[in-house]
């Protein structure tokens, strides 16, 4: 009836997870009953639930993706504290416990924390940037959404009914086969992992379609800002490498639920093909997470230098050539997995090829500061940070990119301080400066400046206290996922890391206290105009937070940087742009399509984790139910009326003539 | 916001992939289409399986052959079946084809090479043990 | 003179801006710029993305049965198992169900529901006829032992036919539906655009089976 679901799932004799599964689950069934307690729940439904407001959508991902970040930070708090009690003793987590720990930290930080904060942001600025109302298919948009969540839900209550992984976060086989993994760890992962690429598929679909069919008229291609370049790229790699992921995990579940043999010791299975395919899957992933974050750089850059970017052309070039080459490289993921010499050369020259397209950003990013009046704000500071630690892990990746030095350094502490170097540098970096960057567009008041200043130092320097020490120990041997180690040589450097988290963990506090003084202070940091740093782009030109339906009248784009534009006539001439005539607005209904989708696709997970086969039957039908019951409405839209439309726009045009009246005098031409 | 009227732009509004520009056809011309798809793909499939099963030809060419006629037959279903054209109003249709076309390419081959490499260096127990056993 | 004067800006030193020779007009740098294009034209081109999307991941399985072609661990390979006949009668009835699937496209052009659910019901039988001779295959093979879990090579011929009989019957859970929506609701833009999408999904189904066939019942089985 329930499978192989028993009470014995929950883990009684582990007080570790047993305890924190416990707190953690109190505190969502606590959350929730005070929603409902306090009457929230209509509003939350009806307003964020079935919303699909990219905006809104955008907001949802982001706060997904925070949560995970922080779930994912703890677990390698764990992990650094685990190794630096265990030279020559045992730690305080059993290795059974210490191996699902690795591999959640691995599965929740890419594809439940970072991929859900680089789609978050491309939701929320990407309309905007573009002059549009909204994504070119705004209830899918909702849907993936909705089944990441159900992903991370899956990953999550893992801890409390059965266990996770113990494989690392990409399952190898035949380590992950049932022969070796015959617990539900493994499956809850494979379904976590599909769920949410179901989701992200779709999303690279919503933009790809949207970036490259619905902008505002006489917005040509190179009249876009360069983070549409930098998402309509990364975009594109979901749509090419996603499938792949899909496959390689497909068959792996077809191995583990119906005893195929693509991948196991017997009956001629090749376990390679899995490395191979998920390595397909695995390089370009990281570019996905990467591009976003390099068009988040370009944009502050920019804006914080009062310049336009230099070198824009060169730019675009420069994101479609890694776009392209990231499909040319993934072998030197298992160079010495017995490919050989000739296989080692290409890819390995391929891999340095690659860097060359991130080096003419660089330039780039350097130029568009030289001449420029900079401001230190705290998005300028992350991006500055972000150049000098990205060009030190691009570096080490460029060294391992040799294939007899990798040979040396394959999975060892080196590589992992490598790709932590890179992605920290880049994309957790480039999340903190976009989140202070576009915040007052979201929320309509600015993060506070002291503790967003706090927050990077502490980041900043605690990520070089962690890992340049990792560099060091993989250089002396350390490999990684030790659970104890023996080697006197290595311990000075992992205490030393373990220093290094915790001013990572000052970090994250800070940027907690961040938020909370900054709700606080709102009314001091509120952004009156809409266009709080001097914006180039078409989102400043909105109010803070910008009506549902965006643009009042989509702007007719005339030049690059469209907004500068207009905003330096309006200076100069000292006047707005005549008022337009206000029509009705049509927008896309809300809708509980994508939260019904989540919910039987959770529904459905848990049931295949789990052998429920009735359950999992019930869930499929509940989902082409969903499906039907969506296709089958007659009304789409919902009209905005003039008036309602109008009334906004005057009010941000209000807001706007009061701003120019007060500066006027004051306006520098640069 | 401003008066300039499109027409300055000489660029055409796209197509739908898989639709037929509305104004141009007539129904008879459209079915007409549609036969002589059936016709010419039904044509190279029965020369596929003649290649394949007759002993005519010399056999090492018998793959090439079959994947010409493939791609062949393809590109029969594209463009009268599909509607894929040249034309202007077709080209991101066509760019995303050749994109879609390029990521198959890599996955395709880039596996078979690295496989082909990896099993010559490492091969899989299976195959080793049926090789000692004279299987 | 102020040198935000717009109609010289050009911050990104294309060459090319706004009002170049002085004339007023608009020389936009590149393609598309004539705003959002009508909903027909988005939901075409995101269904070809998906489409394409799809055939990425069928070229994954594609390329897993190059490769595991030969791990028969000792039991029959292709040329032991297939029918040819078979394969003929499921390249017809799809190839069939393809241009029956062209000439609901043309009967919705002329506006008439009696052609239109004619031309999706046939299109709907002969893709069931595929399914069955496929299941009867599938059922024959794994009755007399030679299922998917006999062998690597038999794993990936299950799964590389069986996803493409997969995509197949999902389509006619989609064609039936659609019929009933076309049924009720009758020609509205939203139900031609996903009839348009239907058809792009059944012919792309047929471009995947003549890889399959080539590759799998054709060359596979090659000597």
Redesign the interface.
Known sequence: MLGKLTWNAIPWDQPIPLVSASVVFLIFIGVIVWIIVKGHFPYLWREWITSVDHKRIGVMYLLLGLVMLLRGFIDAIMMRSQQALAFQAEGYLPPEHYNQIFSAHGTLMIFFAGMPIVIGLMNFVVPLQLG?RDV??PTLNSTSFWLSASGAFLVNISLLIGEFARVGWLPYPPLAETTYSPGVGVDYYLWAVQISGVGT?MT???F??TI????????????MPIFCWTALASN?LI??A???L???L??LQ??RY?????F??????????FI??IW?WGHPEVYILVLPAFGIFSEVFSTFSRK??FG??SMVIATLFIC?VS??V??HHFFT????G??NAVFGIATSVIAVGTGVKIYNWVFTMYGGRIQFSTPMLWSIGFIVTFVIGGMTGVLLAVPPADFQLHNSMFLVAHFHNVIIGAVLFGALAALTYWFPKAFGFRLDEYWGKWAFWFGFLGFYATFVPLYVAGLLGMTRRLQHYDIAMWRPWVLAAAFGVVLLFCGAVAQVIQLVVSIRRRHELRDETGDPWDGRSLEWSTASPPPAFNFA?????????PY??IK??SI?TQQM??E?EYKPIHMPKNSPTGFFMGFFATMGGFAMVWHIWWLAGVAAAGI?AVF?WF??R?V?EYEIPAEEVAAADRARRRVRQEWLDANAKAEE?? | ??D?P?DANPNVE?VAPGAIDAEEYTIREGILGYVIGLVLATLLTVVSFYVAKSHQFWQPSVPIALVVLAIAQMGVHLVFFIHITTAPDNT?NILALA??V??VT??VV??L???Y??????M????MMHMQRGL | M???E?LQ??????GR??GEGGDGR?Y??????????SAR??VG??FW??L???I??FS??F??FA??RT???GGPSGAELFEPWRVAAQTAFLLLSSFACGMAAMATRARSHLWTQAGLFVTGLLGLGFLLLEAQEFATMIVGGNG?????????F??LVGLHGLHVTVGL?WLG?MMA?VYF?GFQT?ILG?MLCFNLFWHTLDIIWVAIFTVVYLIGVAP
Request: net charge neutral.
């Open positions: 549009v070119a298919f598929l690279g679909v919503n790809v379609t490259l069919k619905i902008r505002a008229p006489g917005m040509s291609y190179f009249r594109l749509i090419a996603f499938p792949v899909t496959a390689a497909a068959m077809l191995d119906l005893g195929f043999h693509f196991t010791n017997e009956a001629g299975g090749n376990m390679m093909m191979n395919l397909a336009p970017l824009y052309r392209i499909f040319c993934w072998l997995m017995g490919a050989g000739n296989v009248v989509l702007p007719n784009v005339q030049g690059e940087e500068w534009t330096r006539r100069e742009s005549a337009p082409y039907v296709a089958w007659d789409d031409f640069a | 916001m401003s300039h499109r796209d991101n994109f879609g390029l990521i890599l996955v880039g596996s090479w690295i496989m490499n990896l099993n010559h260096n490492l899989p127990m299976d195959q | 102020s040198t935000f717009a800006y050009d911050p990104y030193k294309l801006g706004y608009d936009a740098t590149g393609h598309g710029e004539r705003g959002p294009a034209v988005i081109y995101g993305i998906f394409l999307s799809d990425v991941l994954c399985f390329a897993t490769v595991l791990a028969t661990a998917p879990d006999r062998s690597a090579f038999l794993s990936s299950f799964a859970l539906t929506q609701k939203k996903r």
